[in-house]
């Protein structure tokens, strides 16, 4: 059968978003208030007036200038810890182009989620961490899987329902394929979140730069405050160095080649992540806990766990998978 080609551009014919947006464009939604605002674009509520479904759409302006692989890598996703994404497309307004995607509602971004905690003087307990760092590592492998790395992974970008503890990762705008055997740009990732490697302008980084951003929300969620609350990028390495041991030049300039070698002169402090938690942390922390973050947030990239390794560390051992909810 002819299928039917509305005026706007249509991104994913065979991915596993319904493919029946071939004829979906805004004005099949009902445009409701903006509930949140990024960098890069807005987010509004909406309803599908057809179904009255409601959703939650990102209008993404698109620069000519500059390659956008949001909607191809929102195309690719199809996974309970990634945000679902129901209907993606593009469409001109004023001669502009956008990217409209739209998506399952969450109530609560995980930076939201512990402020209103802190406020309101509620730890998080250590299971309720664990089920939250399990789904947000699930995410990642299926990101890898894809050969994708997120390169934004921070509380911003993650989205929560503490109804059920639902967790899932959103935001894919800054998504890549890092090993593809091109230079990648260092400038990536939120500050705060930042893989020493970037902050040493690394340009041939790997994936495990998202595990490193991983390990600082893991430190933040345990502490309850900002783990590096660099104001600079020099000043974020100071305070990486400040926890995990100086960098000397050299090491820096092993950092920023990317070249897979172990031989740092850094002293690394392993001791430290038990007196940071054991001074400061809001919550009761197990040993598996200090186990899973040292190997989180190695300054080597290749001594830095991968996806897998971290899943596979005794924390997650008490995960009972029924769980995790589905959505
Ligand atoms: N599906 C969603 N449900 C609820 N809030 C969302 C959803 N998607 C995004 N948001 C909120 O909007 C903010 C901006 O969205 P995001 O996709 O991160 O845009 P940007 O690329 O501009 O950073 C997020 O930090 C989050 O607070
Ligand atoms: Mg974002």
């Known amino acids: 059968m002819k299928k039917e080609v509305k005026k706007h551009e249509i991104v994913c014919e065979s991915s596993n978003v319904n493919i029946n947006n071939n004829y ?27 179904s009255k479904k409601v959703y939650v759409m990102k209008k993404v302006y698109q620069n000519p200038k ?28 004023k001669e502009q182009k956008y990217l409209y995607l739209i998506m399952d509602h969450y109530p609560r971004s995980l930076k939201s989620y512990l402020k209103h905690r802190k406020v309101e003087k509620q730890t998080i307990p250590e299971e309720k961490i664990c089920l939250f760092l399990y789904q947000i590592l699930n995410g990642l492998l299926h990101l890898n899987e894809l050969k994708l790395t997120h390169r934004d992974l921070k509380p911003e970008n993650i989205l929560i329902n503490p109804a059920n503890d639902k967790v899932v990762i959103c935001d894919l705008g800054s998504a890549k394929n890092v090993d593809d055997g091109t230079y990648n740009k260092a400038y990536m990732c939120s500050r705060l979140y930042r893989a ?31 783990l590096f ?43 430290n992540w038990q007196d940071v938690l054991k001074s400061h942390a809001k ?30 560390t005794p924390y997650f051992d008490k995960i009972n998978i029924a769980d995790i909810p589905l959505s």
């Open 229 to 271: 609350p660099g104001k600079d990028a020099n000043q974020q390495l100071e305070y990486i160095e400040q926890l995990l041991g100086k960098l000397s030049p050299k090491d820096k300039k092993k950092l920023n080649s990317g070249f897979r070698d172990v031989n740092y002169t850094v002293e690394w402090k392993y001791d």
């Open 196 to 226: 020493p490697e970037l902050l040493c302008d690394c340009e041939l980084y790997c994936e495990k730069i998202d595990i490193w951003s991983a390990g600082v929300i893991m430190g933040e969620i345990y502490l309850m405050r900002i």
């Open 66 to 93: 500059s390659y956008n692989r949001e909607a191809s890598c929102c195309a690719m996703v199809n996974h309970s810890c990634i945000v679902k994404y129901h209907y993606i497309f593009f469409q001109k307004h």
């Open 24 to 50: 979906i464009c805004a004005a099949d939604f009902a445009i409701g208030n903006k509930i949140g605002k990024g960098a890069f674009g807005d987010i509004y509520w909406v309803q599908k007036k057809s």
């Open 283 to 312: 919550t009761e922390f197990s040993p598996e806990a200090i186990e899973l973050i040292q190997g989180m947030m190695h300054y080597d990239p290749q001594l830095r766990f991968d996806v897998k390794q971290c899943l596979s």
